[in-house]
């Protein structure tokens, strides 16, 4: 690129540009993802997600035994930490022109996650450990899958990638201190 080259569209041409197709909202003419594609994607995310909520919320109510109240803590934690994970995800597809699917038929084969209850506190906290795991790396192939495509869902999928993490790295804790080193 030479120096006179601009880096940037000169303002003019941005300005018309935005005033053309209105109807697509956020979606401008440089978008270089598949908008279909990606909100399907999404879906899957979305209903991931949820999974997540539900899990994590019977396990703070369901959670019994002697050192169970701080495990709760964390799991309720959880549960609002991946509610916020969901909106944000369902005003993405919002955002890309698409209806977020709450549907809760077929919400299991949407989700890359699964829905395991446990039977004990132990069995809980490993639960949600391969969970979470199997969140990264989803969430870490769907962030490669973007790229530059489409920087806007791979910035929030980095930022729930993050969240996730820690997520895990708070179930290997939990699943150290009740159990001794984790058989996983």
Request: net charge negative; hydrophobic share 40%.
């Amino acid at each position: 690129m030479s120096a006179d080259t601009p880096f940037l569209s000169d303002v003019k041409t941005l300005r018309a540009r935005a005033r053309q197709h209105l109807d697509r909202g956020a979606l401008t003419a440089s978008y270089g993802g598949d908008v279909a594609k990606t909100i399907d994607i999404l879906q899957s995310v979305l209903a991931t997600e949820l999974v997540c909520v539900l899990r994590y919320t019977v396990h703070a109510v369901c959670a019994t035994g002697i050192s169970s109240e701080g495990v709760k803590k964390e799991f309720s934690q959880h549960a609002k930490d991946e509610q916020e994970h969901m909106m944000t995800v369902a005003e993405r597809i919002n955002q890309l022109g698409g209806t977020p699917d709450f549907n809760p038929q077929g919400l299991l084969t949407r989700s890359a996650t699964e829905y395991v209850e446990g039977t004990n506190l132990v069995d809980m906290i490993k639960e949600n450990l391969i969970a979470e795991r199997i969140a990264v790396d989803h969430y870490q192939e769907l962030i490669r899958y973007f790229g530059e495509r489409d920087p806007g869902t791979r910035a929030m999928l980095e930022q729930i990638l993050l969240v996730e993490q820690d997520h895990a790295n708070d179930m290997h804790d939990l699943l150290i201190a009740h159990e001794g080193r984790p058989s996983l």
